[in-house]
């Protein structure tokens, strides 16, 4: 059984920093793409920033030189690093990744439980 477990979350002023984590755990066969993802209540679930399996990155336009993805892949575990945090930035972060079960079965997407992030002004 595949898991997703996420970390680090926590409250923070304005202009702080806070490291989530996320490791995958159980038996698969490899892991492909792995992202971070947020949401606020009453809004559609964005994408933060995702790491390819080779290290190539992408992020939101809001976060871009502020929040800095990486991943371990000896320890099956992504990072997001957020700087200069703001009260926007609050939400419920979520981790997923694209998983390969096994050699002979097709990747599927797996997700976090969520971590929450509170910023104060």
């Known amino acids: 059984q595949v898991q997703l477990v996420e970390s680090g979350g926590g409250l923070v002023q304005a202009g702080g920093s806070l490291r989530l984590s996320c490791a995958a755990s159980g038996r698969f066969f490899s892991i492909n793409h792995m992202a971070w993802w947020r949401q606020v209540p009453g809004n559609q679930r964005e994408l933060v920033a995702g790491i390819g399996e080779g290290g190539t990155t992408n992020s939101a336009d809001s976060v871009a030189g502020r929040f800095f993805i990486s991943r371990d892949n000896a320890k099956n575990t992504v990072y997001l690093q957020m700087n200069s945090l703001k009260p926007e930035d609050t939400g419920v972060y979520y981790c997923?990744?694209?998983?390969?079960?096994?050699?002979?079965?097709?990747?599927?997407?797996?997700w976090g439980q969520g971590t929450q992030v509170t910023v104060s002004s």
């Open positions: 997923n990744a694209v998983i390969q079960p096994t050699k002979w079965e097709v990747a599927a997407t797996y």
